[in-house]
């Protein structure tokens, strides 16, 4: 299992990714293209945790779902529950502030296709592991998995036998005395787009959490 490490904004660990972004940064000279750091509130009481930043979101920007089709249903949703100063979430420099929430993603670095492999899921895992214990150790009561990859990892990191916890939208699985894992599906474009996740789905698992934190 991996150990836990403090995230390392120059990681190159995993080389099929760190060559990815060598060649992302050559196309695309003005873009953050480097290993992408959680953002938020410490401590929080909920912890977001999404797959990977997308190639013109969160790659561009630096900021975990920034910039890109998939952090519109999320930050709109987060500024309804009063998670967010604002429901649109646009650039590194925008002044948004989220309060008692954290977002971060399974891998830091974008990966070709949006689809990491095994290895680098487990290579960043030590990183999330890092993440969640601090985020626990805080006071953190909620973590929201938005797609299977997130939840694996999750459980990965917390040594949580994921048979015993399957990912499912809208489960919520008891972790710990006083942790919880919620599950949805991811809100990325394509997600939203076939209607697979509707904004009220989102927001009754951002319900459902808002309940369960009082
Ligand atoms: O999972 C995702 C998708 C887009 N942007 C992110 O930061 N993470």
């Not at 390392?8 to 873009?31: N, S």
Request: hydrophobic share 35%.
């Amino acid at each position: 299992m991996p150990e836990s490490s403090t995230f390392q904004p120059d990681c190159r660990r995993c080389p099929r990714l760190a060559q990815y972004l060598d060649e992302v940064k050559i196309a695309y000279p003005d873009y953050y293209a480097r290993p992408v750091p959680p953002f938020g509130a410490t401590p929080a009481r909920l912890l977001v945790v999404g797959l990977a930043p997308g190639i013109h979101g969160a790659n561009r920007t630096g900021r975990p779902f920034t910039g890109d089709f998939a952090g519109i249903l999320l930050y709109q949703t987060l500024h309804k529950f009063g998670l967010a100063s604002h429901s649109e979430s646009i650039a590194h420099s925008d002044g948004l502030i989220l309060s008692n929430c954290r977002i971060t993603n399974a891998v830091k670095c974008l990966p070709p296709a949006n689809k990491p492999d095994t290895s680098e899921i487990r290579q960043c895992n030590h990183y999330l592991k890092n993440e969640l214990i601090q985020f626990v150790e805080q006071g953190g009561k909620a973590i929201l998995a938005l797609g299977g990859v997130a939840h694996r990892a999750i459980v990965m990191a917390l040594r949580v036998k994921s048979t015993i916890f399957p990912f499912g939208h809208g489960a919520v699985h008891q972790l710990d005395n006083d942790l919880w894992l919620y599950d949805s599906y991811h809100c990325s474009r394509y997600n939203t787009q076939t209607k697979r996740l509707t904004a009220e789905m989102f927001e009754q698992v951002f319900m459902r959490i808002d309940e369960d934190l009082g």
